[in-house]
């Protein structure tokens, strides 16, 4: 399967984005796709994820309560509804799916096969 990632941009402090993921080649049924971010000089972390069968939700703590991961069936598409955006949120964002994904190993990022082109979010405070 072939991910897009897209919806990033430039916002202020508080403000909101929403990132989508959308799939060709085939449709996320079975897969776990996850949101990763990256900032300059870090490492990749997981930030959310969701099972596209069951939608049993997974967040990162750092983004509990601020973001929303959710899937559209009718547009095989993933969103990510990010709320109170903080400077430390500026990172590129990847999504990334595999249909191997089990509940202790969604946050490593290194067992995704399918990745997105990152989408850059930058935050200023």
């Known amino acids: 399967v072939q991910l897009q990632a897209s919806g990033g941009g430039l916002v202020q402090a508080g403000d909101s984005l929403r990132l989508s993921c959308s799939a060709s080649g085939r449709t996320f049924a079975s897969y776990f796709i996850g949101w990763f971010r990256q900032a300059p000089g870090k490492e990749r972390e997981f930030v959310a994820g969701i099972n596209w069968n069951s939608r049993r939700a997974y967040y990162a703590d750092s983004v509990k309560g601020r973001f929303t991961i959710s899937r559209d069936i009718a547009n095989n598409t993933v969103y990510v509804q990010m709320n109170s955006l903080k400077a430390e949120d500026t990172a590129v964002y990847y999504c990334?799916?595999?249909?191997?994904?089990?509940?202790?190993?969604?946050?490593?990022?290194?067992?995704?096969?399918?990745w997105g082109q990152g989408t850059q979010v930058t935050v200023s405070s």
């Open positions: 990334a799916g595999d249909r191997n994904i089990i509940v202790s190993s969604y946050r490593d990022y290194r067992r995704y096969a399918n």
